[in-house]
């Protein structure tokens, strides 16, 4: 099966800068994406296609991707954006999510 | 407003069937995927599979394939996710999921379904 590898954790301080990976055999020729998801609340969808960012999300969301690991990065980090993230991408006509982030605003 | 609205939480005994439902609105419901995730409790997103209400076309994760059945009504904008024989195993929420006309990620989500199974 394929597997997206995440850090369990992240911890960062308001104001300052996180940084998530997520890792996978060949995830380079993938597009990934990312969800955000607080308590008690379904997936928000806030990279696709590796950078993009659909309409709402705010600026300091970005992501990037060098060989087979895909970053998303909140700059600026707001206490709001305490929550866990997920990375996702397609293998052979399915999808995989990564194994999800916990994102403490210190 | 493109929404998907799911069926309420259903407490079952081990062995029981289900069928849990996601209509959607705001859009033509036959063009667009339908994707199914699990997420057991205190854990993460699980990819179970999609079906495309245009011709029940449906795809499975291993993970899930032979153990849940995915089915839509179009007449009636829903999708269906169904179990023939319960676990406890089975315990978890359950959300319905769009993926968007131009790229491959769901965008749009239902608020999810609470699934237990208890003796």
């Known amino acids: 099966s394929y597997d997206l590898t995440q850090p369990p954790s992240v911890s960062v301080s308001p104001g300052q800068t996180a940084s998530i990976t997520c890792s996978g055999d060949k995830l380079g020729d993938k597009d990934s994406c990312w969800y955000q998801q607080k308590p008690g609340q379904s997936p928000v969808l806030v990279i696709y296609?590796?950078?993009m960012r659909p309409s709402g999300i705010p600026e300091r969301f970005s992501g990037s991707k060098s060989g087979n690991t895909a970053t998303l990065t909140i700059s600026g980090t707001q206490a709001m954006d305490e929550a866990d993230y997920y990375c996702?991408?397609?293998?052979?006509?399915?999808?995989?999510f990564g194994t999800g982030t916990k994102v403490t605003v210190l | 407003e493109v929404q998907l609205v799911q069926s309420g939480a259903e407490v079952k005994k081990p062995g029981e069937s289900l069928k849990i439902s996601c209509k959607g609105s705001?859009?033509?419901?036959?063009?667009?995927?339908i994707g199914w995730v699990r997420q057991m409790p205190g854990k993460g997103l699980e990819w179970m599979g999609i079906?495309?209400?245009?011709?029940?076309?449906?795809r499975y994760s291993p993970s899930f394939q032979g153990q849940v059945t995915f089915s839509v009504d179009k007449s009636i904008r829903t999708a269906y996710l169904q179990w023939s024989g319960l676990k406890a195993s089975d315990t978890a929420m359950y959300y319905c999921?769009?993926?968007?006309?131009?790229?491959?990620?769901?965008?749009?989500w239902g608020q999810g379904t609470m699934v237990t199974v208890s003796s």
């Open positions: 079906i495309y209400p245009g011709d029940s076309d449906a």
């Open positions: 705001g859009y033509i419901f036959s063009n667009y995927w």
């Open positions: 996702q991408a397609w293998d052979t006509n399915t999808g995989v």
């Open positions: 999921a769009r993926p968007s006309a131009t790229f491959d990620a769901f965008d749009i």
């Open positions: 296609q590796d950078t």
